[in-house]
């Protein structure tokens, strides 16, 4: 009798948005194995590990060629010790690692693509214990996305060994409609740019527009098959500090995958304090997995709430405008179908501080580009 084994995504590998670091925003192609080395030590040891980023993913450029059997490999001036034993360094800080291919002929960078080779590619990926593959969408042709991403999925299947497939086809083909069998969490939009509020003619979204795409997704995002509004750029010297406060906020709003984009071997201990503010990166990693509604737009004031478990909400105001804003909002009768009562206490999760109860309108002003996140917990 043949058994046949029906490949499928392996299932429960993300029940929270993955955090970690990944190499791209900041590196681009110029990396080697010191600095992820380098990027290991300094996540292991400074703190952002204990606040729950654990991956470490190697972006493009890593690989080179192929042998004459097809396998893939790696640039050996980059990465003289092989991958294998880069894994292994990352997994001995208590890490995960993460990896990158593409599913068209080539990566974005020109290097190859897993077209045609994913059960090998898989099977290299899985003896060297990799965790995390992004599988990016460059030179597709006239490939199908989801049934490109469905071959990866059951090569890694078939591999045996389990990673976390984040699928990174830019929001080009509806990843939400079909990503859900497929992988753990799916690009929502284009690359991000370092800024605020700006779009580029190449592809690519400033922190605001990439906001904007996510007002009707957010219900196809949840536990094992998040929506990835991208990775962050905090830290990395563009962004005001209210800027990249409003940008973590929304990320922890949308319950978005959290991967560092700056070298945090070199982190300010701004920066750092930001990136694992304990208070917003529990929104983000609630266990429910619910992604913000936006509820108001009052020009450029937005209210997005987020229901939390234990009949909890986070709720951020923020202001998109060049001039600070005055608020005096009933947090109460807001939102009617939350049936928010009287007895919630209201935190402000960047100042640490609570500022009230639902008794009372929440009153201050919202400096420019900046963010009000609170808490409103049951008493
Ligand atoms: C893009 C992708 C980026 C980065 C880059 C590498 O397609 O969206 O996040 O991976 O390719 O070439």
């Known amino acids: 009798m043949v058994l046949t084994i029906k490949a499928q995504k392996f299932e429960g590998l993300a029940p929270k948005p993955p955090m970690g670091w990944n190499s791209w925003?900041?590196?681009?192609?110029?990396?080697?194995?010191?600095?992820?080395?380098?990027?290991?030590?300094?996540?292991?040891?400074?703190?952002?590990?204990?606040?729950?980023?654990?991956?470490?993913?190697?972006?493009?450029?890593?690989?080179?060629?192929?042998?004459?059997?097809?396998?893939?490999?790696?640039?050996?001036?980059?990465?003289?010790?092989?991958?294998?034993?880069?894994?292994?360094?990352?997994?001995?800080?208590?890490?995960?690692?993460?990896?990158?291919?593409?599913?068209?002929?080539?990566?974005?960078?020109?290097?190859?693509?897993?077209?045609?080779?994913?059960?090998?590619?898989?099977?290299?990926?899985?003896?060297?214990?990799?965790?995390?593959?992004?599988?990016?969408?460059?030179?597709?042709?006239?490939?199908?996305?989801?049934?490109?991403?469905?071959?990866?999925?059951?090569?890694?299947?078939?591999?045996?060994?389990?990673?976390?497939?984040?699928?990174?086809?830019?929001?080009?083909?509806?990843?939400?409609?079909?990503?859900?069998?497929?992988?753990?969490?799916?690009?929502?939009?284009?690359?991000?740019?370092?800024?605020?509020?700006?779009?580029?003619?190449?592809?690519?979204?400033?922190?605001?527009?990439?906001?904007?795409?996510?007002?009707?997704?957010?219900?196809?995002?949840?536990?094992?098959?998040?929506?990835?509004?991208?990775?962050?750029?905090?830290?990395?010297?563009?962004l005001t500090p209210a800027e990249e406060r409003l940008h973590l906020s929304m990320w922890a709003m949308f319950s978005a995958p959290l991967m560092a984009g700056n070298d945090i071997r070199n982190i300010s201990a701004e920066t750092l304090k930001l990136l694992t503010n304990k208070e917003v990166l529990d929104i983000d990693q609630d266990i429910l997995g619910i992604s913000a509604t936006r509820w108001m737009k009052y020009g450029d004031l937005e209210i997005w709430f987020k229901p939390l478990s234990d009949n909890n909400y986070a709720f951020c105001l923020i202001n998109r405008s060049n001039q600070s804003i005055a608020i005096n909002q009933d947090l109460k009768t807001t939102i009617k179908k939350l049936k928010v009562d009287d007895s919630y206490v209201v935190r402000d999760l960047w100042k640490h501080k609570d500022i009230g109860t639902t008794k009372e309108n929440i009153t201050g002003i919202i400096p420019a580009h900046d963010v009000l996140m609170l808490k409103l917990t049951k008493k």
């Not at 290097?111 to 898989?122: K, T």
């Not at 389990?162 to 509806?174: F, N, R, Y």
């Not at 779009?199 to 929506?227: A, C, F, M, R």
């Open 25 to 238: 925003n900041k590196f681009g192609c110029q990396i080697n194995e010191k600095i992820i080395k380098e990027v290991a030590d300094a996540m292991a040891s400074n703190g952002m590990k204990a606040a729950g980023y654990e991956y470490i993913v190697v972006d493009d450029c890593w690989q080179i060629g192929r042998d004459s059997v097809g396998n893939i490999v790696a640039d050996p001036e980059r990465f003289p010790s092989g991958m294998k034993s880069l894994v292994d360094y990352v997994h001995s800080k208590g890490l995960k690692f993460g990896i990158y291919s593409d599913a068209g002929t080539a990566t974005c960078q020109g290097r190859p693509g897993s077209r045609g080779y994913e059960f090998q590619d898989a099977r290299a990926y899985a003896k060297w214990e990799v965790d995390y593959l992004k599988y990016d969408w460059c030179f597709h042709g006239k490939q199908n996305s989801e049934a490109s991403y469905s071959i990866m999925r059951d090569a890694l299947y078939k591999a045996g060994r389990p990673m976390v497939l984040s699928i990174c086809e830019w929001g080009t083909t509806k990843p939400w409609e079909w990503g859900k069998s497929v992988g753990h969490l799916w690009r929502t939009t284009e690359d991000i740019i370092n800024c605020f509020d700006c779009k580029n003619n190449w592809g690519g979204l400033g922190v605001l527009q990439i906001i904007d795409l996510h007002t009707e997704i957010g219900d196809y995002s949840g536990p094992d098959h998040w929506n990835d509004p991208d990775m962050l750029e905090i830290g990395n010297g563009v």
